[in-house]
């Protein structure tokens, strides 16, 4: 009996060679514009394509601009190193600002070369793209694939083949040995029809017809899933098991290896690793720019509220944080009351308990202005759910499955949820259900590029909102 193997990354080394092609046009460019601008080398110049290298690949590793695009749309890809690019040399002239203090960046060629690397980065992808799509297209480097399993999940990998004209993916049918109403394929009028059971698949895997087989029975079916693996060893067909494991709410899910052991993640926070780093990063960056923007409204903001009514300028709330740790999270206080404890009863329309001047923060979200020192000293990030009431998380622990889910990242200042609608008051439990809808969605799909379109969304439709009291 052969030993289990260890399962590996897709095409690891066409991921290496995009990075080498990658970094080589970064390095190349900047040496071609230095001759343009017939600039001297020096020792500066050096250090900065280096570190503009490593910082890119360390930003892409983040995105994960170098796993297989093949199933994806090229605008994905091209956001993907946008914002892996525009990441590396924000990070760069910060760190030049705040430690080297050099006129690096005030050079002519270095703006070209800021501009025109990230225009010759995204071509060479969209190229390598056009040009395996016309092959495919000619028949070249494509493949005739087959479902094995008429399942809700073999209709929904149908459908993604449906959607991936560009990939080279043939579907050429569904096999399977169960017949009539059993098949998934037969309900809602999916004209799809069963090509077979699998003594048919092994003929068409022998004579070369199908390429490649995808088994989507549901992970109960064990013994049969290795029945047809064995059956399927006398071809030379690709087989690909895809475990029905949408059967869960997944979370962020990942693979991870131990000593050839592979396990997958249900429930896992995208900040580990590198990511982490990556978002402490953005966290701390835009933190120190933000709170010096907006120190003098602060200011403006903080005499306001000691004027117009009795109490502290600022109110500290207890919340849960990320892993349900608590935190103190501060706001200007807009309210008469500073509660904080077991039982907070949650802002309505006309509640006699906010200040004149604290509906107006509260409408316009001004309020909120001090948790970017949350966000700067790390018990809170610029993006990620809203933090609740200790109280109201209590409460809704119990009637929503999953909540507490969403502290599997840090709170955030905005999200996901708040750009889509779902701000301020939560009076029903379908609002605050859409908003942990949200929440989840954000921790499922997060990218950097995710949290500057939120920021910027944040700055037009996120601050003020008629359900905010």
Not at 48 to 65: M, P, R, T, W
Not at 77 to 97: C, G, N, P
Not at 142 to 164: K, P, S, Y
Not at 286 to 306: E, Q, R, Y
Request: overall charge positive; hydrophobic content about 45%.
């Amino acid at each position: 009996m052969a030993p289990p193997g260890k399962i590996r990354r897709y095409d690891s080394t066409i991921n290496a060679l995009s990075r080498l092609i990658d970094s080589a046009i970064i390095l190349l460019t900047f040496l071609a514009l230095i001759d343009v601008f017939y600039i001297e080398w020096a020792p500066l110049h050096v250090w900065g394509i280096l570190f503009s290298i490593v910082l890119f690949n360390f930003f892409a590793e983040s995105q994960d601009a170098y796993r297989s695009w093949r199933g994806t749309h090229v605008r994905d890809e091209i956001v993907s190193v946008l914002t892996s690019w525009l990441a590396a040399i924000v990070t760069m002239v910060i760190i030049d600002l705040i430690f080297v203090k050099s006129s690096f960046y005030s050079e002519p060629f270095l703006a070209a070369w800021i501009i025109v690397t990230p225009l010759e980065l995204v071509s060479w992808h969209v190229v390598v793209r056009m040009v395996l799509r016309v092959v495919r297209k000619r028949g070249f480097n494509t493949r005739n694939v087959a479902i094995l399993g008429g399942t809700d999940l073999g209709v929904r990998l149908e459908a993604a083949f449906d959607e991936m004209d560009w990939s080279g993916y043939r579907f050429a049918g569904y096999y399977d040995d169960r017949e009539g109403d059993r098949l998934a394929i037969h309900k809602n009028n999916n004209p799809m029809t069963v090509q077979g059971d699998l003594d048919q698949l092994i003929a068409d895997c022998k004579s070369g017809v199908i390429d490649t087989v995808y088994i989507t029975l549901a992970m109960s079916a064990e013994k049969r899933i290795k029945h047809i693996a064995e059956r399927l060893a006398d071809s030379t067909a690709s087989v690909y098991l895809v475990p029905d494991i949408f059967t869960f709410n997944l979370l962020n899910s990942r693979w991870v290896d131990f000593q050839g052991i592979t396990a997958i993640s249900i429930y896992e926070t995208p900040f580990a690793g590198l990511n982490s780093v990556v978002k402490r990063i953005e966290d701390i960056v835009l933190s120190s720019l933000i709170l010096l923007l907006i120190s003098v409204p602060m200011l403006f903001i903080a005499l306001g509220v000691k004027f117009t009514s009795k109490g502290p300028i600022l109110f500290k709330q207890s919340r849960y944080g990320i892993d349900g740790d608590m935190i103190k999270v501060w706001k200007f206080r807009s309210m008469t009351v500073t509660e904080d404890g077991d039982n907070v009863v949650q802002a309505k329309q006309g509640d006699t308990r906010i200040t004149p001047f604290g509906g107006f923060l509260r409408r316009t979200s001004l309020d909120e202005l001090p948790q970017f020192f949350n966000s700067l000293g790390g018990s809170m990030s610029i993006v990620g759910p809203r933090p609740h009431a200790i109280a109201h998380n209590e409460q809704y622990r119990q009637q929503i499955q999953g909540y507490m889910l969403r502290h599997k990242v840090k709170p955030g200042i905005t999200g996901l949820a708040q750009i889509n609608g779902y701000r301020g008051e939560t009076d029903t439990l379908d609002k605050m259900e859409g908003r942990v809808r949200y929440d989840l969605r954000y921790i499922q799909t997060w990218s950097l590029s995710l949290d500057l379109k939120i920021i910027f969304l944040t700055i037009f439709k996120g601050f003020k909102h008629k359900n905010a009291y």
